[in-house]
């Protein structure tokens, strides 16, 4: 029942999509961190839809720090970060609670908290909590940025069109922020918007890939067996909603290679070990090589779509038709791009303290 | 530097490749479940590469239990199960000891430990380890058993060949347990054989795709954002040696599609409320929906080729040629059936017991 | 570097003495137990200083939750009680920032922070944080009633007075309400009246101890070894601030006695097994045992005392002279009473949950 | 149900008094720390009972080390002791099963374990278990001791006697470990001797109490409020078979003190802040100081008395008398020295490392 992820760096989550506010608590940031309302605000604005391409429900997300710093660094105590709800009408979902959405937890969640679950717009499990996420994402991108690591994700697919051109680590920040979509290929950009707008137009949804890399990331991160770096990043990646695959370097493609193939094969560049090829993603026996880390995020697409749909009424236990007119994004890959940056910054930085690569304590 | 995974049923993981022994310590097993030495020895059979398709080494791999059980029922404290290493040839590692072989954790470890790491067949993160997740698997096995959930996992990729058939649930064990590479369709089964055989003879090696699917879980199971379904077991999946994609239901073919097509409406069947598809793979906001569960794994090729390959010799830091002798799977993944079945059930049972939807005390 | 506490319920606190606010985060607490503002008010007005005994300075301590209840229940997620601080005033901290107080965390603090810690009123270790504790202890509190188990504290000494008569279960609660220092002996009580009087005249603080007591506990709560009750227990208390000493039934009794004295008989009682004494408090072997608990928690002295003390300028690392101007309680151990029975409840609900006595989901 | 202890330095304890062995698995030992079997006996052979003085079961308890050290140094991986058990005869427990031993864990594991427990010996509820937590603290000593840290032990009460003399911190272990019941005046070392003699004559046994002091350790161990050095220590002392008392520093005698006694001043030392005195045991606000730590903890007398006591046989629920015959030291508090001397290193052990003042990878 914990709502926590991590053991050094600890992100907690809270709040409901209607409820007063979601926000984040995050245990562990070293003191001595310079963080402000700003940085964090910066971050949560690059989650907001963009105009016209995402859910029409506006919130500010103006952020609050209530805990944890001082003076404009960190304290050594808990970070909490609340960002309140405006802009909230439950309407909707009042009339239609009894009525689960497909692709949705409306329905896991009333059998598991046997209908005390806040089932307004999701409550919990609503999209809104990634706000949470993206807040204490943005804390260990501080942590991470004073060691030289940097975290870039871009979306390389949505619906059936993929962004082909492979984007060098450098421009691939400049390339993404560009894109209304995120995505690193102008082109790319170009088609993925039409697609957004068709099947916005035509009352459906698109899922999308999500592309991470980390750049700067030293060797020996990651402990072996269950703590591997494959392991604690997936399951952050999966606690992301919506997330249904998570693959690192050549991935599921690794399945149909040869090993003479799929082998990165070491070499000496600049006077250190270096790999001709990386098709490890980064990561060889769970710990990071001091190769870029690379990994692929699949989203489905946004159950929450205008067709009418078929589902179940709980109260009478008999089929029923579903209109759903609540205020959703086509597809979430697009504003899930800075989440997962977050999700694996807040990762990361668990396992660089948990190996002694961040001090405790510091100036950072 | 935990070697553990799980909360209310843990397993740890320890042993070395060519050390004393390899095992596994078991906390959290009811007290009262029936578990014998021989049912153990009965998965771990199951892990033995085939006559002619897998290594030759010859581990008769023999089961003890030295703790945990009295009378033939667990006590309550924690079982530990000893599989001591026999037949180890540590010459070859010990001549290439500084040259790390590509693809393997031989690098990463020599950097994380700064050179102390059992460098002899791989140490700890050799497959060999995963005899211990197997043990811990058959005892997990007989608490789902005693729930009506049963485990089972097939390949349905290695290399070229892929199995396309869908099997039916009720079948996929019977067949896939016929099959020398555990393929439930007969006839990629022999295509495999022969895949296998062409490129062990030509001292490469192939990487594999693995299904399992969970039969008879109950819905409720799995906690809402970080400790989804999805989270805890690609967190328990991605430590299995090898492995670098792990996707649920639709997976990564939902990136492609459209909500309209992807969601899964809900339904009455049988009095009780079902889905008509299942592209969620049986989760449903991190939570199972009563569904099976189903997931793909994807292995990389087995990093040991007899074919010679580039490195580097860490002595004196200049490019070396490595010719591996060890002896080897040539498909890793072939072997890995058993352990993700027992990686997923060590999983699912203790989120089972999380959830309290297995007791703590019984006679089961 | 965590701020959290328990398992399966977890309570994490946050804020500082002199920041914008102090709280309780709550993790795990069943979906479905019925929990209000008003309700953790309560136990917080318990908590304020009585009439001229206390700190003069003067919070409302008004309590609002902004996460994880949902008309009037909760709804599975987290509970956030926030508590703003309002009478505020750092000025004497700011003036003596360099000069820790004697028997106060400002030096520790000083150096493990390397300065960044937060020193206004002591920051995160001030006793004020105990009142996110009492918030979390409430919710505990209720999850306990609804099985019966009531936890009840009282101060049994006070400096030089001591409370001699032994109280039955059955009257502590009424007696310990009714006096200001929330002593169950009306004799001890007014004793401890005057003793509080005359330090407070001369500068000075006291000692004290507290009695608490669980009833109503079922057997089989704990966990054999390292979760203890009595682990679990000494964990929680001595985390409160100034507690120095945790002893369960006889405690330190014990070591001057002999088995045959100490050993508490089995017999048979209204059909039931018991015991005829209780020198173990109601644990065996780390286990309940069906027999009330009973532990006694060592406070030490107030350490903020208004007579003249020795101390260190750590700006200039030369011997001051330190003179304290805040507003502090004469003995913390009053205002105690309740944090002692806060935290006992918070990890019984934890120990509860784990055992599964308590329901993960109910209409409690 | 975890049998484990420590976040980064964790040890899980295994076996039964009357199984197979009894051991210890401990993680997160730092790799390159030298250690051998020979250091991990010599802790466990000072476990061993005096002549003449404990219980007269013989036991060996040869170490062996079957996971986790190669060529003599820690490779990383999880540690693996395990000390088989010999002098077993189960006769007497095999007869009296179903009549719980007054002060002992039969009732509640009887209960808590649905009869399923090992009730042999008292299965992992018997003192034996500290064999294991011995031997995992050999470890943590190591660890500790390459960073001039020394934990030391003794006696100071058992039944009647008392040591009253201060005895420096210098000439502690040196007179301690002169003394058969390891107290280190050796006045009250005879008298002890002679108390034990006659209360084991007597078919009587004595409750006792072991100081303990850490010398050397720098400040800045421990974590605020939940994580204080004073929770974290006493979870694990609480964790040892008979222990019913924890204090650090004046502990119970701070109740009865004012403020301006009880605090200790800070002043400069050899350039260096310091304190004094040390009444707050080295621990301020849950830190260290610098200062040493001191704690003291109470056992209760072996439960186990030759005197016949009154009981109740759950097979028929009516009360019975018991005999007990099996072998038992008459005041476990002499052989617990070396156990609370290994729990206390054990949690330093994982402190350090939590704040970085060990480093994950050695030669140490």
Avoid at 84 to 108: K, L, M
Avoid at 145 to 152: E, L, T
Avoid at 214 to 229: H, T
Wanted: hydrophobic share 40%; charged share 25%.
């Amino acid at each position: 029942m914990t709502f926590s992820l991590g053991k050094e760096f600890r992100i907690t989550i809270f709040g409901e999509s209607h409820g007063e506010c979601v926000g984040a608590l995050i245990e562990g940031c070293p003191a001595g961190t310079a963080i402000s309302e700003g940085e964090i605000q910066r971050e949560l604005d690059r989650r907001r839809p963009g105009k016209g391409l995402g859910s029409p429900r506006r919130e500010e997300d103006r952020v609050r720090l209530i805990g944890g710093v001082f003076n404009g660094r960190t304290n050594g105590g808990p970070i909490v970060v609340v960002i309140a709800n405006r802009d909230v009408d439950s309407s909707w979902y009042e009339r239609n609670r009894h009525i689960p959405r497909p692709g949705h937890a409306d329905y896991t969640a009333f059998v598991k908290y046997a209908g005390f679950n806040d089932w307004r717009g999701g409550g919990f499990f609503s999209g809104r909590i990634t706000a949470g996420i993206v807040a204490a994402g943005a804390v260990a991108r501080k942590l991470l940025a004073a060691k030289g690591v940097r975290v870039v994700a871009h979306l390389v697919q949505m619906g059936s069109v993929r962004a082909e051109e492979d984007v060098p680590d450098s421009d691939l920040e400049g390339l993404a922020s560009q894109s209304p979509v995120r995505c690193a290929s102008s082109k790319a950009s170009r088609l993925m918007v039409k697609e957004l707008e068709k099947a916005a137009a035509e009352g459906d949804s698109l899922g999308g890939l999500v592309e991470c890399r980390v750049l700067g990331v030293p060797p020996c991160i990651g402990e072996p067996v269950f703590d591997s770096v494959e392991s604690v990043l997936s399951h952050g990646l999966f606690s992301i909603p919506a997330v249904k695959g998570v693959e690192f370097g050549g991935g599921f493609g690794l399945s149909g290679m040869r090993g003479s193939v799929a082998n990165d094969e070491f070499c000496i560049r600049d006077g250190a070990v270096s790999t001709r090829t990386n098709n490890c993603g980064g990561i060889l026996g769970g710990i990071t090589d001091g190769m870029p880390l690379r990994m692929r995020v699949a989203f489905k697409p946004t159950p929450s779509i205008a067709k009418a749909q078929r589902s179940v009424d709980l109260s009478r236990m008999e089929e029923a038709e579903l209109l759903i007119e609540g205020r959703h994004d086509p597809c979430v890959a697009v504003r899930a791009v800075p989440v997962v940056e977050a999700m694996v910054a807040a990762c990361l930085a668990d396992l660089m303290i948990r190996s002694q690569k961040i001090a405790r304590t510091g100036g950072g």
